[in-house]
């Protein structure tokens, strides 16, 4: 399995980069993966990123967008805003928890 | 006297109802409700727009569907009181309950989408998961004679959740036989980045788009349908045009569930995934779709969860803790068109793998097209109602099992799992 060094800590990460292992996740780290992906991280983005990871810790799944949108009061289209070309994937990225999947 | 109440009478609740009525003692009485007359076998939904079932065919009296013993209340549940052990009806006494079970699936929500039921809606926008709206596909599929068909998933999570895929490849060989298909272009519009996102589905199934000649567009996120125009617009602000619109809306639970504020953002009840039960209504269970679990909505699905639930049922009664017993096992045919079919079998840890499933049929082929694999998913039309539902056993089991299957390379740190 690959492995990257984000803000100096080593993460196992599959073949698109996400990690595999949400707990060596720290916001260092999860700050390193967004300048990584050309991002400047401001409080809203973090609203999506800590809710990303709070739920999948809860639930096991990675919230689609609508529950993220319902759960943190950030609108769908300011999403968009903040994570231009596929929020899904790049709140999933930077928040260390997979990507959103079907069951096939 | 002691009241089991079920609620919701499709596949979960039928089951659950039938089975505990086997195995509750006359101290209890097992009362399921369903406002509905007629029970509908969903997956043969995929197949009547290309006329391959008559709509009869696929419902039955839901009167016929219970073992004798269980009763059943013709009434629209509003509103459960937890904290009293109540059910709540539209018309009528409420219901008091001392142990509860939620059945009540998903339902589907094309107002949620900007446009998706204006112009166009059932004239050349269509849905296929209701009875009506694959009746009137059926009738646009038989006269189109050429243009942009587009399937667009609006959101997950959905009920059956290859069934688009399904669609798209019936929907290839029909235009194939009716002579029209080179004037047909097929496009799936979905939200998430692949059309197989798990890996083994990916590398085992990648071939099956280009063979079919199906257009992807990923990372489709729909904000809005204009069907006067025929285009669909994403967040993103991309714009896929169409001739044909062949929609799965975004998917809620029941409206009690919203009404009692028990259930998240889509009205799914938070759920125990080991144990089903209930997180937040004393006393209750719950099955199948309305649940929100990280495994499929899928008949198969409902089954080992009823399963499961049975068993915890039966301690509760008891007064004794429910044990984790459900894996997030499901188990589904893809239809792949021209009388082939795959079978998929995976839970909450382990992602659809091949190999092979035994049965006592024979084996079917994992993530590998074969006849078998179709026969095996038409003979579930008469298993549905004379085994399932009625709550006799089937040969597969609510866990699911290693055996046959091929593990990749790095999940093979356990292979004493793999022979068992
Ligand atoms: C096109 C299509 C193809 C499919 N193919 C397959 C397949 O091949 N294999 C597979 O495993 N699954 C398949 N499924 C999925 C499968 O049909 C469902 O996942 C399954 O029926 C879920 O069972 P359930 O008991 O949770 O819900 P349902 O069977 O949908 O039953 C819910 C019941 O609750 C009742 N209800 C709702 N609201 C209330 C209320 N307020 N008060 C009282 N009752 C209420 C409804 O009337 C309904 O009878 C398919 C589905 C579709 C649409």
């Not at chain 1, 196992?12 to 400047?40: C, F, H, K, M």
């Not at chain 2, 692949?194 to 567009?217: D, I, M, N």
């Amino acid at each position: 399995m690959p492995t990257k060094t984000y803000a100096g800590v080593e993460v196992p990460v599959d073949d698109e980069g996400y990690l595999t292992d949400s707990s060596r996740w720290n916001r260092e780290v999860g700050q390193a993966i967004a300048e990584e992906l050309g991002l400047e991280l401001t409080d809203e983005h973090w609203k999506l990123i800590d809710f990303a990871r709070s739920d999948y810790a809860e639930r096991g799944q990675t919230p689609g967008l609508r529950r993220m949108a319902a759960n943190t009061g950030v609108g769908m289209k300011d999403i968009y805003r903040l994570f231009p070309k596929g929020p899904g994937k790049l709140i999933a990225k930077v928040a260390g928890v997979p990507k959103p999947k079907s069951c096939i | 006297m002691k009241t089991l109440a079920v609620l919701g009478a499709g596949t979960g609740g039928t089951i659950v109802a039938n089975r505990m009525r086997k195995r509750l003692g006359k101290d209890w009485r097992v009362v399921v409700v369903d406002p509905r007359d007629q029970h509908l076998y969903q997956p043969g939904l995929l197949f009547l727009p290309f006329g391959r079932y008559e709509p009869e065919e696929l419902l039955r009296a839901r009167k016929d569907t219970f073992r004798s013993g269980v009763e059943w209340l013709r009434s629209e549940v509003v509103g459960i009181d937890g904290e009293a052990r109540r059910v709540e009806f539209a018309e009528g006494e409420p219901l008091s309950y001392d142990l509860l079970v939620v059945a009540s699936g998903v339902r589907l929500r094309p107002d949620l989408t900007e446009g998706l039921t204006g112009p166009g809606w059932r004239e050349k926008v269509f849905d296929f998961y209701s009875l009506e709206g694959a009746s009137a596909l059926r009738a646009a599929l038989s006269t189109f004679e050429g243009g942009r068909l587009v399937l667009n998933v609006v959101e997950n999570p959905i009920k059956c959740p290859v069934a688009p895929l399904e669609f798209l490849f019936l929907a290839d060989e029909y235009f194939t036989r009716r002579g029209v298909r080179d004037r047909v272009e097929l496009v799936y519009a979905t939200p998430l980045d692949a059309a197989f996102t798990k890996p083994q589905a990916a590398k085992k199934l990648g071939y099956l788009l280009e063979e079919k000649k199906v257009h992807l567009v990923t990372e489709f996120m729909t904000s809005e349908v204009d069907g006067a125009a025929g285009h669909l617009r994403s967040y993103d602000e991309r714009e896929e045009p169409f001739d044909l619109l062949v929609t799965i809306p975004t998917h809620s639970g029941a409206a009690f569930v919203e009404r009692s504020q028990l259930g998240d953002e889509l009205a799914f009840l938070p759920t125990d995934p080991h144990t089903l039960r209930s997180k937040n209504i004393p006393g209750a269970f719950v099955v199948g779709d309305a649940t929100d679990l990280p495994t499929s909505k899928a008949g198969s699905v409902a089954h080992f969860e009823a399963e499961v639930v049975c068993d915890n049922l039966l301690l509760a009664a008891k007064g004794e803790e429910p044990e984790p017993l459900f894996d997030g096992h499901a188990n589904c045919f893809v239809e792949t068109g021209w009388g082939k079919a795959l079978l998929l079998d995976f839970n909450y840890e382990t992602e659809p793998l091949p190999g092979r499933f035994p049965t006592p049929w024979g084996p079917f082929t994992l993530l590998e097209e074969s006849r078998r694999n179709h026969w095996g998913k038409l003979a579930f039309h008469w298993l549905y109602w004379n085994a399932l539902l009625p709550g006799r056993p089937l040969p597969v089991e609510a866990r699911m099992s290693l055996t046959g299957k091929e593990l990749p390379q790095e999940t093979t740190e356990q292979p004493e799992r793999a022979e068992a």
